[in-house]
C-alpha cells in the first residue's frame, strides 16, 4: 500500500453474506437514508461519465427551501428539478458555493446549493431529478477514467450527488450519507462492471454492456469497468478476481483471500457484504488515484504490482480488515480517526498473519514487518519515527495523513494486540463483534468505543488508555538476574514515566531446557523470584516481543536514522 490511502467498498450469498448484511441492517430506519436510481454511462475512450438519475431525500422536521449536495468538482452541467412531492414540483436553480480543495488539484468537493422552486413541508421527502457529466483527463481521490480501467468510489471522491452529513474532515474532505437504491450501467462491449448489492444482469444485457444491480444496504455507491477476466473461488463467501491478464498465481489469490476472510470472520463477526472481490488496476493508474490498495464496501482494488507478486497476508489482511474497520463503522470525530480504521484494520492484518502464518510470523510482524510489505510498518518503522522527531499521541493524531497513517500503522497496531492479550483474546474478539453489531454503518465517538471495550472486558482500563493512547514514546525495560540453588531471582527496571504491563521471562540453558513465568510491572522496579530445577544460561524479558519497547537493536537503528536526517 502506498502513502495516501487505505480506505478506509455479484452473487447473493444467503447463508453467510447475504444473512450478515440483513442483519446489520435491520436495526436502521430505511427512511433515514438517501435512495437513488442511477443511469450511468461510462465512456472509457473519452474518459467521461454521463449520469442521470432520480435521488430520494430523507425527510426533515422543518420546512425547507434549499437543499445541499457535494459533488466532485470534476463534475459539470449540473442540473436538478424538483419531482416530489407534486405540490413542490419544477426546475430547481443550482448555485455552486464552496469548493473544499483536497491535498492534490482537481481533488476537492463542490457544494451545490439546490434552490427549490417551492418550499417543501417539514417531514416530507423530495425526490430530485438530476443530470449532470464530467470526469476528463484528471484522476481524484480513487476515481479515474481511463482506457483500460475506470473507477470511482463515493468514498473518496463524490461521482455522484452525495448528501453532506456533518463537519469537514480534516483533509478536505465532506462526510457523506450511506445510499441504497438501483444502479445501471452502460460500458462498451467487452468491458466487464463490479459494482456493489445484487447482481440483476442477464447475460444479452452483459454481452451488449449493461450492467445492473440492487443495493439495499446502505454504501457508498462505487464501480471498477475494465476488461477483465473474471475468476471465482469457492470459499463459503463467494470471491472473486478481477485480472488484466492471466496469472499463475491467480488460484493462490482466490484461496489466500478466502482463507484471510475466514479468519477475520472469526475475529470481527459476520462479513458484511453478499460478495468479495479483489479487481487489478494498472499500478500507475492506481497511484495518480492515490492508492496501492483501496478497500471499498464489497470489493478492494489493488495494484498490477502486487498482483504480480505472491499472495501478501498481510497486505490483503489490512484491506480486507477495512470491510469492517472505516467502512462498515467509522470515526464520528477527529479523535481516534486513524485508530480507529487504520490502526484496527492493521491489527486485523496481524491477527490474519498469526491465524494462518503462525505465531513466529506474528513476531517478525511486529517488531520488523512482514515480508514484501510495507517496510516500515512495525516497531522498527515506529521507533525511526521517534528518531526523526515525528512521534505523536495515538488518540487524537495529527491532520497529516501521512504521519497519521504511518503511527497507526506502526505503533497503533501493535498497542491494540497488546490490548487483546491484557482483556483476553477470546473476550477482545467477543467485545469487537458485539461493537460492530450494535454500530454498523454508524459513526462513533472515539471514547464511546474505549468506554465499551472497557464495559466487555468488565474492569479499568484507563491506565491501559492513559499510558497508550495518551503519551507518546514506548518503555525501556532492563532485567538483572541470578540463580541461587533452585530459585532464580532478579528485578526488572525501567525509567519514568513508568508503565504497568505484564512481561514473559524466559529462562533456558545450553542444553534445551526452559521455562517460561510471566511478571507484572508497574513500578520502576519490580522484583521475582521463582523456582526452578535446572542450570540457568540466559534469562529474557519479553522473548517474543509481545509488548512495545526499545531494545538495543532499535536504539542502534534510531541513532542512525536520527544522524542520517541531521546529515
Not at 459533488?71 to 449540473?78: A, R
Not at 445484487?198 to 451488449?208: H, Q, V
Not at 466487555?456 to 525495560?477: M, S
Request: hydrophobic residues 35%; contains cysteine; proline residues 5%.
Amino acid at each position: 500500500m502506498k502513502a495516501i490511502v487505505s480506505i478506509g467498498i455479484c452473487l447473493l450469498f444467503c447463508s453467510v453474506g447475504g444473512f450478515a448484511h440483513q442483519t446489520f441492517y435491520k436495526n436502521l430506519d430505511a427512511s433515514t437514508l438517501p435512495q437513488y436510481s442511477l443511469s450511468i454511462r461510462v465512456v472509457p475512450d473519452a474518459r467521461r461519465l454521463e449520469v442521470a438519475g432520480t435521488l430520494s431525500l430523507p425527510a426533515a422536521n422543518f420546512p425547507r427551501d434549499s437543499l445541499e449536495l457535494s459533488l466532485s468538482e470534476l463534475m459539470s452541467d449540473f442540473r436538478v428539478e424538483v419531482v416530489g412531492p407534486d405540490s413542490a414540483a419544477g426546475h430547481a436553480q443550482t448555485e455552486k458555493v464552496a469548493v473544499r480543495p483536497y491535498s492534490r488539484p482537481g481533488w476537492g468537493t463542490a457544494t451545490w446549493r439546490v434552490h427549490l422552486p417551492y418550499q417543501i413541508n417539514a417531514n416530507v421527502p423530495p425526490i430530485l431529478r438530476f443530470s449532470y457529466e464530467g470526469g476528463g483527463p484528471q484522476t481524484s481521490f480513487i476515481f479515474s477514467l481511463e482506457s483500460e480501467v475506470c473507477f470511482g468510489a463515493g468514498i473518496g471522491t463524490a461521482w455522484y450527488p452525495e448528501i453532506e452529513d456533518g463537519p469537514m474532515q480534516p483533509d478536505g474532505r465532506l462526510r457523506g450519507l450511506r445510499g441504497t437504491g438501483s444502479l445501471k450501467f452502460f460500458v462498451p462491449p467487452g468491458y466487464v462492471l463490479e459494482s456493489q448489492g445484487t447482481s440483476l444482469s442477464k447475460p444479452e444485457e452483459i454481452s451488449r454492456g449493461e450492467f445492473r444491480f440492487n443495493i439495499d444496504y446502505p454504501v457508498f455507491f462505487a464501480f471498477v469497468a475494465g476488461r477483465y477476466t473474471v475468476q471465482h473461488g469457492r470459499g463459503r463467501i463467494p470471491t472473486s478476481l478481477y485480472l488484466l491478464k492471466a496469472r499463475a498465481n491467480a488460484d493462490s489469490y482466490l484461496t489466500g483471500s478466502e482463507k484471510v476472510l475466514e479468519s477475520l470472520v472469526h475475529e470481527f463477526g459476520p462479513y458484511p457484504h453478499p460478495a468479495f472481490a479483489i479487481l487489478e488496476v494498472p499500478s500507475e493508474q492506481a497511484d495518480r488515484a492515490g492508492f496501492s490498495g483501496a478497500s471499498l464496501e464489497s470489493f478492494i482494488l489493488s495494484n498490477t504490482d502486487f498482483l504480480d507478486k505472491d499472495f501478501n497476508t498481510a497486505f490483503f489482511g489490512h484491506e480486507i480488515s477495512h470491510q469492517w474497520w472505516g467502512n462498515l463503522v467509522r470515526s464520528k470525530s477527529v479523535q481516534g480517526r486513524w485508530m480507529m480504521s487504520e490502526g484496527m484494520a492493521q491489527y486485523g492484518s496481524l491477527r490474519a498473519v498469526e491465524m494462518l502464518k503462525g505465531a513466529a510470523a506474528a513476531e517478525r510482524y511486529r517488531r520488523t514487518g512482514y515480508p514484501d510489505y510495507i517496510s516500515d510498518q512495525n516497531a522498527l518503522g515506529y521507533f525511526t519515527l521517534i528518531a526523526k522527531g515525528t512521534d505523536h499521541r495515538l488518540s487524537d493524531l495529527p491532520q497529516d495523513g501521512d504521519l497519521s497513517r504511518a503511527l497507526s500503522n506502526s505503533k497503533g497496531f501493535i498497542v491494540w494486540d497488546m490490548l487483546s492479550r491484557e482483556v483476553g483474546r477470546r473476550r477482545f474478539s467477543q467485545i469487537l463483534q458485539n461493537f460492530i453489531r450494535k454500530h454498523a454503518y454508524q459513526r462513533v465517538e472515539w471514547n464511546k468505543y474505549l468506554e465499551e471495550i472497557e464495559d466487555g472486558a468488565g474492569r479499568n482500563l484507563r491506565w491501559f488508555y492513559d499510558q497508550w493512547f495518551e503519551r507518546t514514546g514506548a518503555p525501556a525495560f532492563e532485567i538483572n538476574w541470578k540463580q541461587e540453588g533452585r530459585r532464580l531471582h532478579g528485578v526488572i527496571t525501567q525509567t519514568s514515566p513508568y508503565y504497568q504491563a505484564t512481561l514473559e521471562i524466559e529462562a533456558k540453558n545450553i542444553r534445551g531446557r526452559s521455562f517460561v513465568r510471566t511478571v507484572r510491572l508497574r513500578e520502576a522496579q519490580t522484583s521475582f523470584s521463582f523456582p526452578i530445577d535446572f542450570h540457568v544460561d540466559s534469562a529474557v524479558l519479553d522473548p517474543h516481543y509481545l509488548v512495545l519497547r526499545w531494545t538495543p537493536e532499535y536504539r542502534a537503528a534510531a541513532n542512525e536514522a536520527r544522524s542520517f536526517s541531521q546529515n
